[in-house]
């Protein structure tokens, strides 16, 4: 990313400053820069878009969600069993 960043200035536009670099490094496909250098950019808050962190957090959160409501279902049954406990008749000894 530094290396476009810094040779973007010499070019007509971002792609065609990829392609460059893409070439000088010996790299495959100007694609596949750009596969790198996007989400860099995204990450820095140069290019607007969902940081890498970002589906990484929403997937724990998901985890979390669904872990609290299956302990909020736990305890409503645990409270239901117990509220039905006091309102039995108990003999006493």
Request: hydrophobic share 40%; charged share 30%.
């Amino acid at each position: 990313m530094r290396i476009v960043a810094e040779m973007r200035p010499d070019y007509d536009t971002e792609w065609v400053a990829m392609k460059a670099v893409a070439s000088k490094l010996g790299i495959g496909t100007t694609e596949t820069l750009c596969t790198w250098v996007r989400p860099a950019q995204i990450d820095v808050g140069t290019r607007s878009g969902t940081t890498t962190k970002e589906p990484a957090e929403l997937n724990r959160l998901k985890k979390e969600n669904a872990e609290l409501k299956r302990a909020n279902e736990i305890l409503k049954a645990a409270a239901s069993f117990f509220a039905a406990e006091l309102d039995r008749p108990h003999a006493r000894s």
